[in-house]
């Protein structure tokens, strides 16, 4: 081993890894350690670690190799939500490379695929997820000797080419709801027959929360003297099932959050909880607890969405997120700025948002350029 004493707190230590059993190459493992005695154990547990995953055999398949690569990613501690997207992608990738042996999956075979997967109507979205993992996957057979180079590393997420419609703004307009399409929609939430169901959709929709995250909340998570609301937690149904759930930290850091609420939402929770009292609605920890004590789920809260907007006779495709979109377009109209925006609805950076918040923006200025232009046009006028 090479050691060598950068200054006076840090040594760095240089070891080698025996042949790889396939290549015959060896590599060179560095680490620091603040003694020369911690840089040189950093180096030799690197070393066994390696060592170790020599045990793969190098004419694995895909399939298999991907089950230990998982079986090691759950041991991060990710939330089940997260696991049950990746384990999505691993079967879309089996599909295509099951049986191939991960050595033979070149970066040609691999864009192949997935050029294949959006010829096949799969979704932009659901494409950079898949060869997120898929990059991985590969990342992880590369740090075990199986390859030399991830077959990812020259390919790209193929993208749908854009249409005039896609340019001209009308795609961003069927984002959201505008004025008059939520006045018509708020006006068919009115005769709503389950209060519980009518106030939880008004605070996603004069809010902007996840629907998960309106669900989850608790009676302690309204402060009605400050008119807040503490988004701290969401709620995760693997099948989808009322009662069959389990709450979980929010999607991202940034999730976690405390937003204001106009009185009038205020003054909704309070008239939807006497009713619940009133009706005797089985007690529980939630605050929009139905009879039976558990919270709607989020696929009936998108159902009902979807049929108020039938019924109202609006032609887009109404569903719970649209209204959390159109909170943004609302407070875009209100001159509320970026910033502010993606920190109420808790994001840290969102192409939808961004794209909703210039869309309406600009469409504020072009308006504003009119005004202007009839204003000076009357001045100048002899």
Known sequence: ?????????????????????????????????????????????????????????????????????FELYKRRGVKQSTLDNRRYCINVLNTHMRKTEVKKITSVFYQNVLNELQDGATSHTSLKGIHSVAQMIFKYAVEVGIIEKSPT?????????????????????????????????????????????KTLI???TFTGMRPGEAISLYPVDINFEEMTVNINKTTYRKD???GEFELTTPKTANSVRVVDVDKFIIDKIRDMQDFQFVRNYIESEYLFRMPDGYPPTVDYLRSVTRRLGEKMGIKKQLHTYMLRHTHVSLLAEAGVDLP??????????????????????????????????????????R
């Open 1 to 69: 081993m090479y050691f060598k004493q950068l200054d006076k707190t840090t040594w760095l230590c240089i070891g080698e890894v025996s042949k790889h059993p396939v290549t015959g190459k060896r590599k060179q493992i560095s680490r620091r350690g603040k003694t020369k005695k911690e840089a040189e154990y950093r180096v030799k547990e690197a070393i066994k670690e390696i060592e170790k995953n020599y045990l793969f055999d190098p004419k694995i398949k895909f399939a298999e190799f991907v089950e230990s690569w």
């Open 153 to 197: 590393d020259a390919t790209f997420v193929p993208r749908p080419r854009k249409k005039i419609a896609d340019m001209d703004g009308s795609e961003t307009e069927k984002l959201y709801l505008n004025a008059n399409e939520l006045k018509l929609f708020l006006e068919a939430l009115d005769n709503y027959n389950s209060p519980v169901i």
């Open 202 to 204: 008004y605070l996603i």
């Open 240 to 242: 989808g099932k009322k």
């Open 340 to 381: 502010y925006i993606m920190n109420r609805v808790g994001h840290k950076n969102s192409k939808t948002t961004t794209e909703i918040y210039l869309h309406v923006t600009n469409g504020m200025r072009e308006n504003a350029r009119s005004k202007m232009h009839m204003k000076f046009s009357n001045l100048i006028k």
